[in-house]
């Protein structure tokens, strides 16, 4: 069986297609904002100019007729970007009359990581631009049991790097020039119960870069404690579930300094940490297809009538019935 599917919740727009065993292929072409962050309008009209052209790249390597399910990334996300989205996707599924499955971003995020790690039954630390949660599947539910109350750790590395005149996407800058930093300064570590929170921590970092402090030594002061607060709650989530397995998941997971704190913490707990290949960590098409596969396999179809966006879609939302 061959699923392909449609990414688009912000920045990427990707298509990729998966059969049971792998990853057959991913086409992305990004919006990458001129300035600034990101911009739903004009990320959504990027969308809508490229999806059509990206479709066609698709459909030069795989023959339409062999896709089995057509999905797409329903919520949670920027809604016109949603839209472009979830619109290609209805089209293509009319088009070539194969069922149609919209899925949770989240959940896919998880599970494509799961599939690609061999991860059992782990506690998921999910940190992208737009989200961070700590997740554990407790029966036929995945459950939120630690997340960001404001922002979530991509943005708050993309909107510190920006103020630091660095280009989005910031994330990969900042590891970069912490790498060099000397010497640690104290930022604000919000950690509430299992949730926590950057947005303090972006102000407070942005106003030691204008005071005078090297963007290195700002860099690595803001890695440091961010991914210390991500380590704690993860490790916390861990210990009150009795679970030995730890999942990394979503762009933010690309970051050699976030993994290194989180396989230190799990070797100290006798528990394997799993990463997934770096091509599959970020917002992506595959990601999608595979767990479109997954519950098409498992009795989900999304009908036209049930197709419409999901902005604020929570993972908690989506009934699991499969192992
Ligand atoms: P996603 O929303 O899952 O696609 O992740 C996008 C976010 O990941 C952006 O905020 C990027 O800045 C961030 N990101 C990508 N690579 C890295 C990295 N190596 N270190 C930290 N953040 C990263
Ligand atoms: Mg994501």
């Known amino acids: 069986m061959i699923s392909l599917g449609i990414e688009g919740t912000a920045w990427s727009l990707s298509i990729g297609v998966v059969d049971e065993k792998e990853v057959l292929l991913i086409e992305n ?11 739903p309008r004009e990320a959504a009209q990027h969308h809508s100019e490229r999806i059509g052209k990206l479709v066609k790249s698709v459909f030069s390597k795989i023959e339409p007729d062999k896709i089995d399910v057509v999905s797409f990334s329903q919520g949670p996300g920027m809604g016109p970007c949603l839209r472009i989205v979830a619109t290609a996707a209805r089209v293509l599924s009319l088009k070539l009359k194969k069922p149609l499955v919209g899925v949770n971003h989240c959940l896919a995020h998880l599970e494509v990581g799961r599939w690609k790690t061999g991860a059992k039954n782990p506690v998921t630390l999910y940190v992208s631009g737009g989200n961070s949660q700590v997740i554990a599947r407790r029966g036929k539910r995945y459950r939120v049991f630690g997340e960001t109350l404001d922002i979530g750790i991509g943005n708050a590395l993309d909107k510190l790097a920006r103020h630091m005149g660095l280009k989005h996407p910031g ?9 060099n930093g000397k010497r640690y300064y104290e930022l604000p570590y919000v ?29 690595f002061s803001f890695q440091e404690t961010a991914f210390a607060m991500l380590a704690e709650v993860s490790e916390r989530a861990m210990a009150y579930l009795d679970r030995d397995e730890l999942l990394l998941v979503g762009g933010v997971g690309a970051n050699s300094r976030l993994k290194e704190m989180l396989e230190v913490m799990c070797k100290d707990r006798n528990a394997r940490f799993y990463s997934p290949p770096t091509e599959l960590m970020g917002d992506n098409g595959a990601m999608i297809a595979y767990l479109a596969l997954l519950m098409f396999k498992h009795g989900y179809v999304t009908k036209l009538k049930d197709s419409t966006v999901k902005p604020d879609f929570r993972i908690e939302d989506v009934d699991v019935n499969w192992d």
Do not use: C, N
């Open 171 to 179: 994330g990969p800058k900042i590891e970069k020039l912490a790498r």
């Open 191 to 219: 950690v509430k119960g299992m949730d926590f929170s950057f947005s303090g921590m972006v102000t407070a970092a942005q106003k030691l870069y204008d005071r005078g402090v090297s963007k290195e030594d700002v860099a």
């Open 29 to 39: 072409d990004p919006y990458i904002p001129k300035e600034g962050g990101i911009h």
